[in-house]
Protein backbone atom coordinates (compact mmCIF):
# COMPACT_ATOMS: atom_id res chain seq x y z
CA UNK A 1 0.00 0.00 0.00
CA UNK A 2 1.07 3.39 -0.17
CA UNK A 3 2.24 5.42 2.77
CA UNK A 4 0.82 8.55 3.68
CA UNK A 5 2.87 11.36 4.50
CA UNK A 6 2.56 11.66 8.35
CA UNK A 7 4.00 15.41 10.03
CA UNK A 8 3.62 13.85 13.29
CA UNK A 9 2.98 17.10 15.44
CA UNK A 10 1.19 18.05 18.43
CA UNK A 11 -0.63 20.65 18.98
CA UNK A 12 -3.18 22.46 21.71
CA UNK A 13 -6.00 24.51 20.19
CA UNK A 14 -3.96 24.85 16.79
CA UNK A 15 -0.82 25.92 18.48
CA UNK A 16 2.27 23.02 17.90
CA UNK A 17 3.69 21.94 20.81
CA UNK A 18 6.92 22.20 21.94
CA UNK A 19 7.73 18.06 22.51
CA UNK A 20 5.72 14.83 22.77
CA UNK A 21 6.65 11.93 24.92
CA UNK A 22 5.59 8.01 24.58
CA UNK A 23 6.28 4.34 24.67
CA UNK A 24 5.74 3.18 20.98
CA UNK A 25 4.98 -0.87 21.37
CA UNK A 26 5.61 -3.76 18.57
CA UNK A 27 3.71 -6.88 19.16
CA UNK A 28 5.12 -8.80 16.36
CA UNK A 29 7.61 -8.85 13.87
CA UNK A 30 6.88 -6.55 10.61
CA UNK A 31 6.54 -2.92 10.50
CA UNK A 32 5.31 -0.53 13.64
CA UNK A 33 5.82 3.06 12.17
CA UNK A 34 5.54 3.44 8.95
CA UNK A 35 7.44 6.17 6.51
CA UNK A 36 6.99 9.55 8.03
CA UNK A 37 9.06 13.08 8.98
CA UNK A 38 8.05 16.11 11.48
CA UNK A 39 9.76 19.65 12.31
CA UNK A 40 10.76 17.51 15.52
CA UNK A 41 14.25 16.18 16.82
CA UNK A 42 13.77 12.63 17.97
CA UNK A 43 15.60 10.55 20.35
CA UNK A 44 14.57 6.91 20.76
CA UNK A 45 15.94 4.76 23.44
CA UNK A 46 14.57 0.22 23.37
CA UNK A 47 13.49 -1.17 26.16
CA UNK A 48 13.00 -4.23 24.68
CA UNK A 49 13.39 -6.29 21.57
CA UNK A 50 15.44 -5.46 18.53
CA UNK A 51 14.16 -3.07 15.49
CA UNK A 52 15.57 -1.87 12.38
CA UNK A 53 15.03 1.85 10.92
CA UNK A 54 14.94 2.90 7.67
CA UNK A 55 17.39 6.71 7.87
CA UNK A 56 18.10 8.78 5.16
CA UNK A 57 18.11 5.71 3.30
CA UNK A 58 20.19 3.76 5.10
CA UNK A 59 19.23 0.86 7.45
CA UNK A 60 20.21 0.79 10.81
CA UNK A 61 19.83 -1.64 14.10
CA UNK A 62 18.86 -1.23 17.39
CA UNK A 63 18.28 -2.83 20.66
CA UNK A 64 17.74 -3.23 23.83
CA UNK A 65 19.84 -0.31 25.91
CA UNK A 66 20.67 1.70 22.78
CA UNK A 67 19.71 5.29 21.42
CA UNK A 68 18.89 6.24 17.96
CA UNK A 69 19.06 10.43 17.20
CA UNK A 70 16.29 11.30 14.23
CA UNK A 71 17.31 14.75 12.47
CA UNK A 72 14.48 17.09 12.37
CA UNK A 73 12.34 16.63 8.99
CA UNK A 74 14.36 13.56 8.12
CA UNK A 75 11.88 10.62 6.52
CA UNK A 76 12.58 7.46 8.76
CA UNK A 77 10.35 3.62 8.92
CA UNK A 78 10.42 1.48 11.80
CA UNK A 79 9.85 -2.30 11.93
CA UNK A 80 10.37 -4.86 14.54
CA UNK A 81 12.62 -7.66 13.85
CA UNK A 82 11.47 -10.15 16.57
CA UNK A 83 7.81 -12.27 16.75
CA UNK A 84 7.04 -10.93 20.12
CA UNK A 85 7.43 -7.44 19.51
CA UNK A 86 9.79 -4.32 21.72
CA UNK A 87 9.20 -1.43 22.68
CA UNK A 88 10.71 1.96 22.79
CA UNK A 89 10.24 5.47 24.42
CA UNK A 90 9.86 8.09 21.78
CA UNK A 91 10.76 11.39 22.61
CA UNK A 92 10.21 14.61 19.78
CA UNK A 93 10.77 18.12 20.62
CA UNK A 94 11.35 21.20 17.93
CA UNK A 95 14.72 22.29 17.51
CA UNK A 96 14.08 25.75 19.04
CA UNK A 97 14.46 23.99 22.77
CA UNK A 98 17.84 23.81 22.17
CA UNK A 99 18.58 27.28 21.97
CA UNK A 100 17.25 30.78 22.34
CA UNK A 101 16.82 33.46 19.66
CA UNK A 102 19.05 35.85 22.09
CA UNK A 103 22.24 33.13 22.13
CA UNK A 104 21.57 30.76 19.03
CA UNK A 105 24.40 32.54 17.26
CA UNK A 106 26.48 31.30 19.97
CA UNK A 107 25.08 27.46 20.26
CA UNK A 108 23.63 27.38 16.39
CA UNK A 109 26.44 25.17 15.67
CA UNK A 110 26.07 22.20 17.90
CA UNK A 111 22.14 21.91 16.86
CA UNK A 112 22.65 22.71 13.29
CA UNK A 113 23.82 18.88 12.62
CA UNK A 114 20.61 17.74 13.92
CA UNK A 115 18.72 20.13 11.12
CA UNK A 116 20.25 19.75 8.38
CA UNK A 117 19.48 15.98 7.69
CA UNK A 118 23.37 15.64 7.88
CA UNK A 119 24.48 11.81 7.17
CA UNK A 120 27.85 11.97 8.44
CA UNK A 121 27.43 11.90 11.97
CA UNK A 122 26.60 9.61 14.40
CA UNK A 123 22.94 8.01 14.32
CA UNK A 124 22.77 5.18 16.92
CA UNK A 125 24.40 4.90 20.17
CA UNK A 126 24.99 1.22 21.61
CA UNK A 127 23.92 0.52 24.88
CA UNK A 128 27.83 -0.62 25.50
CA UNK A 129 28.08 3.38 25.13
CA UNK A 130 25.70 5.11 27.07
CA UNK A 131 24.47 2.19 29.78
CA UNK A 132 26.98 3.64 32.46
CA UNK A 133 26.19 7.11 31.99
CA UNK A 134 23.29 9.34 33.10
CA UNK A 135 21.26 8.62 29.60
CA UNK A 136 19.41 5.50 30.79
CA UNK A 137 17.54 7.37 33.25
CA UNK A 138 17.26 10.81 32.04
CA UNK A 139 15.06 8.83 28.99
CA UNK A 140 13.00 7.44 31.31
CA UNK A 141 12.57 10.63 33.67
CA UNK A 142 11.97 12.31 30.54
CA UNK A 143 8.75 10.03 30.17
CA UNK A 144 7.73 10.04 33.33
CA UNK A 145 7.55 13.87 33.79
CA UNK A 146 5.88 14.07 30.60
CA UNK A 147 2.87 11.25 31.65
CA UNK A 148 2.85 12.77 35.52
CA UNK A 149 2.74 16.52 34.43
CA UNK A 150 4.00 17.96 37.79
CA UNK A 151 4.30 21.23 38.30
CA UNK A 152 7.17 22.73 36.23
CA UNK A 153 7.12 19.14 34.21
CA UNK A 154 8.54 21.65 30.83
CA UNK A 155 11.31 22.93 32.17
CA UNK A 156 12.13 19.39 33.58
CA UNK A 157 11.69 17.85 30.35
CA UNK A 158 13.20 20.77 28.35
CA UNK A 159 16.39 20.76 31.02
CA UNK A 160 16.86 16.49 30.80
CA UNK A 161 16.91 17.04 26.40
CA UNK A 162 19.43 19.23 26.83
CA UNK A 163 21.79 17.25 29.33
CA UNK A 164 21.63 14.59 26.96
CA UNK A 165 22.64 16.68 23.50
CA UNK A 166 25.29 18.10 25.80
CA UNK A 167 26.62 14.60 26.33
CA UNK A 168 26.33 13.45 22.74
CA UNK A 169 28.44 16.92 21.44
CA UNK A 170 31.14 16.40 24.17
CA UNK A 171 31.34 12.60 23.79
CA UNK A 172 31.89 13.05 19.95
CA UNK A 173 34.20 15.81 21.02
CA UNK A 174 36.28 13.73 22.93
CA UNK A 175 36.55 11.44 20.04
CA UNK A 176 37.98 13.90 17.76
CA UNK A 177 34.13 13.91 15.72
CA UNK A 178 33.65 17.70 16.77
CA UNK A 179 30.31 19.19 14.89
CA UNK A 180 31.10 22.60 15.49
CA UNK A 181 34.79 22.77 13.96
CA UNK A 182 32.37 22.65 10.75
CA UNK A 183 30.32 25.79 12.00
CA UNK A 184 33.73 28.20 12.50
CA UNK A 185 31.64 31.69 11.24
CA UNK A 186 31.78 34.22 12.97
CA UNK A 187 28.93 35.87 14.45
CA UNK A 188 27.72 38.05 11.76
CA UNK A 189 28.29 35.48 8.63
CA UNK A 190 26.25 32.96 10.49
CA UNK A 191 23.45 35.09 10.50
CA UNK A 192 23.89 36.14 6.98
CA UNK A 193 23.94 32.44 6.20
CA UNK A 194 20.99 31.89 8.38
CA UNK A 195 18.98 33.60 6.18
CA UNK A 196 20.18 32.35 2.67
CA UNK A 197 18.85 29.02 4.41
CA UNK A 198 15.48 30.67 4.95
CA UNK A 199 15.61 31.66 1.67
CA UNK A 200 16.12 28.38 0.22
CA UNK A 201 13.66 26.51 2.36
CA UNK A 202 10.79 29.34 0.91
CA UNK A 203 11.89 29.33 -2.89
CA UNK A 204 13.89 26.10 -3.43
CA UNK A 205 11.00 25.40 -6.12
CA UNK A 206 11.62 28.51 -7.89
CA UNK A 207 14.67 29.13 -10.02
CA UNK A 208 16.65 30.80 -7.67
CA UNK A 209 20.60 31.74 -8.35
CA UNK A 210 23.39 32.15 -6.25
CA UNK A 211 23.98 35.61 -7.05
CA UNK A 212 20.07 36.54 -5.80
CA UNK A 213 20.75 34.62 -2.56
CA UNK A 214 24.25 37.09 -2.03
CA UNK A 215 22.57 39.90 -2.22
CA UNK A 216 19.46 38.99 0.12
CA UNK A 217 22.74 38.38 2.46
CA UNK A 218 24.28 41.73 1.46
CA UNK A 219 27.33 39.62 0.16
CA UNK A 220 29.55 39.59 -2.92
CA UNK A 221 28.05 36.95 -5.57
CA UNK A 222 32.11 35.73 -4.91
CA UNK A 223 32.64 35.45 -1.34
CA UNK A 224 29.04 34.61 -0.65
CA UNK A 225 29.52 31.42 -2.67
CA UNK A 226 33.18 30.30 -0.61
CA UNK A 227 31.83 31.13 2.47
CA UNK A 228 28.80 28.44 1.39
CA UNK A 229 30.89 26.03 0.81
CA UNK A 230 32.88 26.45 4.03
CA UNK A 231 29.73 26.22 5.82
CA UNK A 232 27.27 23.98 4.34
CA UNK A 233 30.30 21.61 2.94
CA UNK A 234 28.47 21.96 -0.10
CA UNK A 235 28.25 24.59 -3.01
CA UNK A 236 25.17 26.53 -3.09
CA UNK A 237 23.71 24.49 -6.29
CA UNK A 238 24.12 21.21 -4.68
CA UNK A 239 22.43 22.14 -1.50
CA UNK A 240 19.50 23.79 -3.45
CA UNK A 241 19.29 20.22 -5.19
CA UNK A 242 20.04 18.56 -1.86
CA UNK A 243 16.63 20.33 -0.41
CA UNK A 244 14.65 19.76 -3.05
CA UNK A 245 15.66 16.75 -3.40
CA UNK A 246 14.37 15.73 0.39
CA UNK A 247 11.18 17.71 -0.97
CA UNK A 248 10.92 15.13 -3.75
CA UNK A 249 11.36 12.51 -1.40
CA UNK A 250 8.02 13.97 0.60
CA UNK A 251 6.17 13.74 -2.59
CA UNK A 252 7.56 10.46 -3.48
CA UNK A 253 5.82 8.71 -0.53
CA UNK A 254 2.50 10.02 -1.01
CA UNK A 255 2.23 8.30 -3.95
CA UNK A 256 -0.30 11.26 -5.57
CA UNK A 257 2.16 12.57 -8.21
CA UNK A 258 4.41 11.50 -11.06
CA UNK A 259 7.82 11.74 -11.58
CA UNK A 260 7.06 14.60 -13.60
CA UNK A 261 5.02 16.22 -11.99
CA UNK A 262 7.73 15.85 -8.88
CA UNK A 263 10.44 17.31 -10.96
CA UNK A 264 8.25 20.66 -11.88
CA UNK A 265 6.98 20.79 -8.52
CA UNK A 266 10.62 20.66 -6.89
CA UNK A 267 11.96 23.00 -9.08
CA UNK A 268 13.96 20.52 -11.80
CA UNK A 269 13.34 21.97 -15.26
CA UNK A 270 13.59 18.18 -16.65
CA UNK A 271 12.86 15.15 -15.31
CA UNK A 272 15.87 13.37 -16.39
CA UNK A 273 17.87 15.74 -14.38
CA UNK A 274 15.64 15.06 -11.37
CA UNK A 275 16.53 11.65 -11.59
CA UNK A 276 20.11 12.18 -12.28
CA UNK A 277 20.34 14.09 -9.34
CA UNK A 278 18.04 11.71 -6.82
CA UNK A 279 20.17 9.04 -7.89
CA UNK A 280 23.72 10.92 -7.19
CA UNK A 281 21.83 12.15 -3.45
CA UNK A 282 20.15 8.96 -2.53
CA UNK A 283 21.98 5.97 -4.59
CA UNK A 284 18.82 5.19 -6.22
CA UNK A 285 16.39 6.07 -8.34
CA UNK A 286 13.36 7.61 -7.19
CA UNK A 287 11.41 4.69 -8.27
CA UNK A 288 13.33 2.43 -6.58
CA UNK A 289 12.98 4.75 -3.62
CA UNK A 290 9.27 4.38 -3.41
CA UNK A 291 9.35 0.78 -3.58
CA UNK A 292 11.68 0.64 -0.87
CA UNK A 293 8.66 2.15 1.34
CA UNK A 294 5.61 0.40 0.00
CA UNK A 295 5.30 -2.72 1.58
Known sequence: MNHELDEGVATFDGIEQPFMVHYQYADYIGECTCAHLHNYIEM???TEGEFEIWLNSKYFRFS???????NSREIHRICSLIDNGGKY??????PEMLYT???SIFDMKYVMPFMLNRSNHQRVFKSKEIENTFIPYLMHEIHSEFCEKKYGYEMAVKTDIS???LWIVRYWHNLNMDPEN?????DDLIKRMQTALDFISENYSDDIKASEVAKKCNLSYSYFSRIFKQYMKKSFTEYLNYVRITNAEKLLI?????ITEIAGLCGFTTSSYFIQQFKQFKHMSPKQFKKALIV
Open 44 to 46: LFC
Open 64 to 70: KGDMVVI
Open 89 to 94: ICIRFL
Open 101 to 103: STV
Open 163 to 165: RIF
Open 182 to 186: EYTLS
Open 254 to 258: SGNYS
